[in-house]
């Protein structure tokens, strides 16, 4: 059955559809290498079309399929797990299916751009940062920008809700997208291209695919926000003179800046240093060492340096900063956003790494913080907690570094201790009103703690949703939804 499956795909799509063997490889893993498996193959659709095609092919065989976007995510949502078959629930005593990779890569144009309208469309497939550029073309911006613009695709964006540092300014990718077009798991296609602001007439259909990680259909087309491009833009790096009074910095900044603040993003100084040191082209802003560090922007019609200066001083006054610098020229404003993207404990420490990509109430991000130090300290004392964020939303980056055992007859009991540190954190994430999904989505990283975050009653609407749409669990399944829901069908 999987040979037939493999064999109309490679006839559908053609000699530049599909890949396999080490071709494939590449795309069956995540970009941390901690998730992945193998796929019957990676079919590489050019056009909508092509995507409903394979879908109902891979329908008519029984086989899975894992959407893929630029594959940058980083809790396991677009790639297979295991090996080429995707495990369900053993106690309904399922069989495992067997699944392909269906990468978006090839479908990668931007349609139109619509600078009156303030309107970009453009294919799944296409990367962020060439959605940012076509918009500057036109003197127009598009609000998502994160460290990996140039390969993450706005399909997989979209699919995860991603975020990124305007968030504050403009909102999640769920603010930007106006319309999809969707291709559904009985490979019908589902046109919602539509560029209104309002629309009133029932229910809003693609929140349902925004942030549902491709399981319950794949985002092809988008009619993507665009936003005023301001003429004026400024960044501030400053020292944080007492860290317990980060609101009141950023109460500040609000007040100065009013709507003109585009981004506020906490940084640890260990990070700049590091960052830093391991880079021959980022230059220290300042001086001034100092536990914590904040960027802050402000953007507008009008020249902002002077509100930036009001910003400093009176931050200065009070206690808030003890030093900064301001970008005076592009040069420099590229070197701060530059040391922002740098900032990846991922990229820059060695051994098991925690992480939680969390939200919490703005106005719980210390508190929260010295706790998290205090409870993974608790269950491990040398762990080392690290943590930078998004401060206008509450969305922080948190890594803990447990302390590897000596004795190679260590590992299950430093697996089992890392286990106790995962419950301990998020637990503490829930105390505080708080996801451990802010902005990365849910994957499989995370499929079974949510279980701790949302009541049983918001998992069997969610499961009735996942079960209308797709009832024979092809896309993405073990992503998202646990398998739950499936018992639902049977009533």
Known sequence: MSQRA?????????????LQGGE????????????????LLVARPASTEEVATTVRICRAHAVAIVPQGGNTGLCGGAVPLGDARVMLDASLGEEPSPCIVLSLARMNRIVS????????????????????????????????????????AIGGAISTNAGGINVLRFGNTRE?????????????????????????????????????EGTLGIVTRAVLRLHPRPPREQTLFGAVGDISRLMDLFALARTVGDAELSAFELIPGDLVDMAIDRSATLIRPIATSSAWHVLVRFSGQEDVTEKLEVFFVEALERGLLTDAALAGNLAQEQNLWDLRDAISPMRMMTGKMLKWDASVP?????????????????VHPPAKVI????????????????????????????????????????ALIWEFGGSICAEHGVGVENISRLRGQKAPLEFEMTGKIKAMFDPDNLFNPGKVFDSS???LTDH
Not at 6 to 18: N, R, T, V, Y
Not at 178 to 207: C, H, I, N, T
Not at 391 to 406: F, T
Request: glycine share 10%.
């Open 6 to 18: 493999i064999d109309a795909l490679k006839s559908h799509l053609g000699p530049q559809g599909w």
């Open 24 to 39: 494939a490889a590449q795309l069956t893993r995540d970009v941390r290498g901690a998730y992945g498996g193998q796929a």
């Open 113 to 152: 751009i619509d600078p009156l309208r303030y309107t970009v469309t453009a294919e799944a497939g296409c990367v962020v940062q060439a959605i940012q550029e076509a918009a500057a073309d036109v003197d127009r911006v598009f609000a998502l920008d994160w460290g990996a613009r140039g390969s993450a």
């Open 176 to 212: 930007q997208v106006l319309g999809l077009e969707v291709v559904l798991p009985d490979g019908r296609v589902w046109d919602g291209l539509r560029a209104l602001r309002k629309d009133s007439s029932g229910l809003d259909l693609k929140q349902l695919f925004i942030g549902a």
């Open 362 to 378: 703005i106005d719980r991000i210390i508190p929260f913080l010295d706790e998290a130090q205090r409870r993974a300290c608790a």
């Open 387 to 426: 943590a930078f964020g998004h401060v206008g939303d509450g969305n922080l980056h948190l890594s803990v570094w447990p302390e590897r055992p000596a004795d190679a007859a260590g590992d299950q009991a430093f697996d089992m201790l890392c286990e106790r540190i995962v419950i301990a954190i998020d």
């Open 485 to 487: 829901f499936r018992k």
